[in-house]
């Protein structure tokens, strides 16, 4: 179980880069920020030659690549936050042991345990 002060930093830290989060995704473009996904990139109109047009081209797709990454992150600290109004916060999701706090101040979004992450990943 987190100490209440470290909850309410974590907890805080989580609210602060879901809004950064949802800014940065409004500055690439339109959409819902309260649906996974729910963003589109814009297609900026740069001209009319052959030019401007491939450049239209490289600079979307250089968005879309971004607004994934950021639609992602979003995602994580929108379960981190559901994770702390119901309770579960902080408990691994695959053995069900305490997080170190450690690893929560470095990665606030963490939902396993550095044990179980690292089985995980081989």
Not at 8 to 35: C, D, S, T
Not at 52 to 77: F, W
Request: proline share 2%; aromatic share 6%; with cysteine.
């Amino acid at each position: 179980m987190l100490e209440k002060a470290l909850f309410e930093e974590l907890q805080a830290f989580i609210l602060a880069e879901k809004h950064r989060l949802e800014g940065e995704l409004g500055l690439l473009g339109e959409g819902n920020p309260h649906v996974t996904g729910g963003f589109d990139t814009k297609w900026e109109d740069l001209g009319e030659n052959e030019e401007d047009n491939a450049t239209e081209v490289a600079q979307y797709e250089s968005n879309l690549g971004v607004e994934r990454e950021l639609e992602s992150r979003l995602k994580e600290m929108k379960a981190a936050l559901a994770r702390l109004e119901d309770g579960t916060y902080g408990a691994c999701a695959s053995c069900g042991q305490d997080i170190n706090p450690a690893r929560l101040k470095v990665k606030p979004e963490a939902i396993y345990c550095i044990e179980c992450s690292e089985k995980l990943q081989r």
